[in-house]
């Protein structure tokens, strides 16, 4: 037994490290996948105004030894790695390591206390199922999981630091400064946190020792924590996740707020492609999702106990929480109104004497900056929007179903793969198949499957530990029969609805790279361009950001509450009793 557990825990080991050296050599190879000349970025970064002449670029080849190629330089890099030395910035001139480190401890303190906002308000969603003992469909923590973090940041800056002047709106000096950029993080990461926690807990409510304890006096206190220790060793990762995702990416909320993260650090350094800084940069989040990983790892093998190493683990029974129809259908029908009442204008029309005007019969979600109708731009750039998230949501769904049956092997991808931002994968990939909407589907596809991965993983770990399976096992039931009937059927429909959950954020997702040119591009009339080409004059038009932004909380709540509709409906069917016939008595 405690062999193929060796097998499998080096196996696990050397994807990590595979995964690793590949994510740092395309990070080295970055200006030569871009073909352009390092060279001319290096020149410019380190002086707008100098002349890019034939002597000043040969200067800077020989200054960073580029004339060596790209191989050589990794190998020097990795070399000095070893000896624990970064290398020097080839911007600024000094030493990588003290910025990765002022960086990344910057970007803890944040990671802290927007945990703590993400926790707080997961509490919140949470407490009326621990009171009720049922869950709602899940709309509204789903709408507050779709709230774009970079929106959000704008609006808090607006209203709390600059007209009321309650906080700073930028910088790094004190805990105050914090407050903001934590706020921005953490709603919709606690959203999200809160939402499966809540999606749970109902099942476990239903079993029987929670009735027994009531039965006995036991504290409703008690019970809850109870509860809660049950359902959350399968959430356990999903924890970690979104406090490495709290930390990578923030580049957008660390960019809105002047923060010097780790984040921010790593946009920079790739943008002027000083690539010791970089690679630092990237190392060092690499190794937080590592050793993040680790720890919940850890943490859920102490709750689970050894019920999950005896195989004697009692899983709670598949409750889904049903939606009331009124729900999705309202949703749809706002949807449809907008997105069809959009398409029957014209986004690409130009009217400069109404640029920023408000809402009105002729322009019913008001005008941008050029003027355009932002109704128009809305319902023409959701099926761009939706249908790319949806897809990538897809492909996610089913990578992470596969990879769950393969969880050593699949960890220290997953580990390696949450712990890059978005924007670092945009601009390799950008770098490597140039800048469009199918550049951004494929790099947010490649790092959106984790933490589905993560939680098929923790689900298919326990079902295969659960006693009920090893009975199916004694009494003879084939593989494919349990695999069919009994584990597939117990993980699909919970990674399912959390890949739901996560349409919005893929479409987010979309919408960043789309702000750093890395996916759709103007005029294109994609709902992340519409958030991006409006948070300049927020202020002044708040409804051209409002507009995407509440479609996409819809489009959330929607996909969420239908889910919970379809799903209710069919356990309905499934346990209809059949009518009882009535028998002749014998002999009457």
């Not at 992340?528 to 709540?557: F, Q, T």
Request: glycine share 10%; charged share 15%; net charge positive.
């Amino acid at each position: 037994m405690k062999a193929p557990i060796r097998r499998l825990a080096g196996a696990a080991a050397l994807t990590r490290l595979f995964c690793l050296i590949a994510v740092l050599a395309a990070v080295g190879l970055l200006p030569w996948l871009s073909g352009r000349d390092p060279a001319l970025a290096v020149l410019r970064a380190r002086s707008a105004e100098q002349d890019p002449t034939k002597e000043a670029l040969d200067s800077v080849r020989r200054d960073l030894g580029l004339d060596a190629g790209p191989l050589s330089l990794l190998g020097g890099w990795a070399s000095d790695l070893l000896r624990g030395d970064l290398g020097t910035s080839w911007v600024s001139g000094t030493e990588v390591l003290p910025s990765v480190v002022s960086g990344l401890q910057v970007s803890l303190a944040l990671m802290g206390a927007s945990l703590a906002v993400a926790l707080l308000l997961a509490c919140t969603l949470v407490a009326p199922v621990l009171v009720r003992g049922r869950a709602s469909a899940g709309a509204w923590a789903a709408m507050l999981a779709a709230v774009p973090e970079f929106l959000l940041a704008t609006v808090a800056l607006l209203v709390f630091g600059v007209w009321f002047g309650w906080l700073p709106t930028s910088g790094w000096v004190g805990p105050e400064n914090m407050v903001l950029p934590a706020v921005a993080l953490g709603v919709p990461g606690g959203g999200l946190l809160g939402r499966l926690v809540a999606d749970a807990l109902p099942a476990v409510l239903d079993e029987r020792w929670v009735e027994l304890w009531r039965g006995a006096g036991v504290s409703r206190a008690r019970i809850a924590g109870a509860a809660l220790r049950r359902v959350l060793p399968p959430l356990v990762p999903q924890f970690g996740m979104v406090s490495v995702g709290l930390t990578g990416g923030a580049v957008a909320v660390e960019t809105v707020f002047a923060v010097p993260g780790i984040g921010r650090t790593a946009l920079g350094a790739a943008k002027s492609q000083d690539l010791p800084l970089l690679q630092g940069s990237v190392l060092a989040l690499l190794a937080l999702g590592l050793v993040t990983g680790a720890l919940a790892a850890l943490a859920r093998r102490r709750l689970l106990g050894p019920a999950l190493r005896d195989a004697s683990l009692s899983l709670p029974p598949a409750r889904p929480v049903r939606a009331h129809p009124a729900i999705p259908l309202s949703l749809f029908t706002v949807l449809a109104v907008t997105i069809g009442w959009g398409l029957s204008r014209d986004p690409y029309a130009v009217n400069t004497t109404d640029r920023l005007a408000a809402p009105s019969w002729a322009h019913p979600l008001g005008t941008d900056g050029l003027g355009r109708d932002v109704l128009a731009r809305l319902g023409h750039g959701a099926a761009s929007t939706v249908g790319t998230a949806a897809a990538v949501c897809l492909l996610s769904l089913l990578i992470a179903l596969a990879l769950g049956f393969l969880p050593r092997i699949a960890e220290g991808a997953a580990d390696i793969a949450n712990a890059l931002p978005p924007v670092i994968v945009g601009i390799l990939v950008a770098a490597a198949a140039g800048p469009g909407t199918g550049g951004a589907a494929l790099a947010v596809a490649l790092i959106s499957w984790p933490a589905l991965s993560a939680h098929a993983a923790a689900l298919v770990q326990e079902v295969r530990a659960s006693a009920f399976l090893t009975a199916q096992r004694a009494i003879g039931a084939s593989p494919f029969w349990i695999l069919t009937r009994h584990v597939l059927p117990s993980v699909a429909a919970p990674v399912a609805r959390h890949a739901l959950l996560r349409l919005p954020g893929i479409a987010l997702a979309l919408a960043s790279l789309g702000f750093l040119g890395l996916g759709a591009q103007p005029p294109a009339p994609e709902w992340g361009l519409l958030l991006d080409e409006s948070r300049a004059y927020v202020e002044r038009a708040p409804w051209a950001a409002l507009a995407p932004a509440v479609a996409l909380a819809l489009l959330a709540g929607l996909a969420v509450s239908g889910a919970a509709l379809t799903q209710g409906r069919r356990v309905r069917r499934r346990v209809t009793p059949a009518p009882v016939r009535k028998e002749t008595p014998v002999g009457v």
